[in-house]
């Protein structure tokens, strides 16, 4: 399993950006894709959650209204729009997957520890 993760970069609070994460080596109707954040100094944080096992998204409530995970149709790469973003935004953002399983639980976007497989980090950084 391999799942890379790009599109992160310097942007003005207010600004859009959208993160990507193409996943390989899994079953694209069965697992779970989360992205995950860390700031300096700061535990790592879930931020949402796509599952192709049965089609569920979830949010942590810092992001809801403002991010947006998606798949494109072949549910091999998962996009992460973050809209509005703000200077509390500024993280590396990491994907990460596991078969199966789904997001209907909040534990889904919050515990890190459920998910095997890993990306390299991406940063993001909101700055005026």
């Known amino acids: 399993v391999q799942l890379q993760a790009s599109g992160g970069g310097l942007v003005q609070p207010g600004d859009s950006l959208r993160l990507s994460c193409r996943v390989s080596?899994?079953?694209?109707?069965?697992?779970?894709v989360a992205w995950f954040r860390q700031a300096p100094g700061k535990q790592r944080e879930g931020v949402a959650c796509?599952?192709?096992?049965?089609?569920?998204?979830n949010y942590a409530e810092s992001v809801r209204h403002r991010f947006t995970i998606s798949r494109d149709n072949t549910k091999t790469v998962v996009y992460l729009q973050m809209d509005n973003l703000i200077p509390e935004d500024t993280a590396v953002y990491y994907c990460?997957?596991?078969?199966?399983?789904?997001?209907?639980?909040?534990?889904?976007?919050?515990?890190?520890?459920?998910?095997?497989?890993w990306g390299q980090g991406t940063q993001v950084t909101v700055s005026s």
């Open positions: 990460a997957a596991l078969g199966g399983w789904t997001c209907h639980f909040d534990d889904s976007v919050s515990k890190a520890g459920r998910y095997p497989h």
């Open positions: 080596g899994m079953t694209t109707d069965g697992n779970t």
């Open positions: 796509s599952s192709s096992t049965d089609d569920t998204t």
